[in-house]
T-cell receptor, first 111, second 113 residues
Framework: TQLLEQSPQFLSIQEGENLTVYCNSSSVFSSLQWYRQEPGEGPVLLVTVVTGGEVKKLKRLTFQFGDARKDSSLHITAAQPGDTGLYLCAGWGSGTYKYIFGTGTRLKVLA | NAGVTQTPKFQVLKTGQSMTLQCAQD?????MSWYRQDPGMGLRLIHYSVGAGITDQGEVPNGYNVSRSTTEDFPLRLLSAAPSQTSVYFCASSKQGMNTEAFFGQGTRLTVV
């Protein structure tokens, strides 16, 4: 069974701080997606990373895919209260049609 | 743009009752799936389908049945509800393919008492 482990599980920081969320697996993924989920809503896609070593930026969010395509990270610069939410990585299991999600990182940014 | 539509949004069941959660998508996506999400957690895959007439089990299939008679619809049936099935259920759809994203419904909050 392929797993996506995220760390940390919870993160509470002050506005303006930087943070990094990690998504790790022992398996290779052809791509990984990052989602953000607000309370009472379904997850919404932030980005897809496809190539090993790829770095993508979305305003203050920087996403990186590991060289071996087994891990990814999300870095937020100067966090704002609007960044509060549940961050999820996800990917298609190798050789299967299962689209699996990471364990999730709940971020709270305090004003 | 309807996207993925789930009904109902909220449901309370008594232990042992059965019910069907409905999911429909209008994007002509081949792939549909059901997840459950427990408080503060990620999403766990219950069942999925790669096309009409084809379904398979995910990570936590016990206690749930699915069928896929059309491309658009993918209902999830709880056979005999248990308190452990109290959760928020999400239906998702996507195009077939390794780098595609999933589109989600609004979720169904189910409580089993």
């Amino acid at each position: 069974t392929q797993l996506l482990e995220q760390s940390p599980q919870f993160l509470s920081i002050q506005e303006g701080e930087n943070l990094t969320v990690y998504c790790n697996s022992s398996s290779v993924f052809s791509s990984l997606q990052w989602y953000r989920q607000e309370p009472g809503e379904g997850p919404v896609l932030l980005v897809t990373v496809v190539t090993g070593g790829e770095v993508k930026k979305l305003k203050r969010l920087t996403f990186q895919f590991g060289d071996a395509r087994k891990d990814s990270s999300l870095h937020i610069t100067a966090a704002q209260p609007g960044d509060t939410g549940l961050y999820l990585c996800a990917g298609w299991g190798s050789g299967t049609y299962k689209y699996i999600f990471g364990t999730g990182t709940r971020l709270k940014v305090l004003a | 743009n309807a996207g993925v539509t789930q009904t109902p949004k909220f449901q309370v069941l008594k232990t042992g009752q059965s019910m069907t959660l409905q999911c429909a998508q209008d994007m002509n996506h081949e792939y549909m799936s059901w997840y459950r999400q427990d408080p503060g957690m990620g999403l766990r895959l219950i069942h999925y389908s790669v096309g009409a007439g084809i379904t398979d089990q995910g990570e936590v299939p016990n206690g749930y049945n699915v069928s896929r008679s059309t491309t658009e619809d993918f209902p999830l049936r709880l056979l005999s509800a248990a308190p452990s099935q109290t959760s928020v259920y999400f239906c998702a759809s996507s195009k077939q393919g390794m780098n595609t994203e999933a589109f989600f419904g609004q979720g169904t909050r189910l409580t089993v008492v």
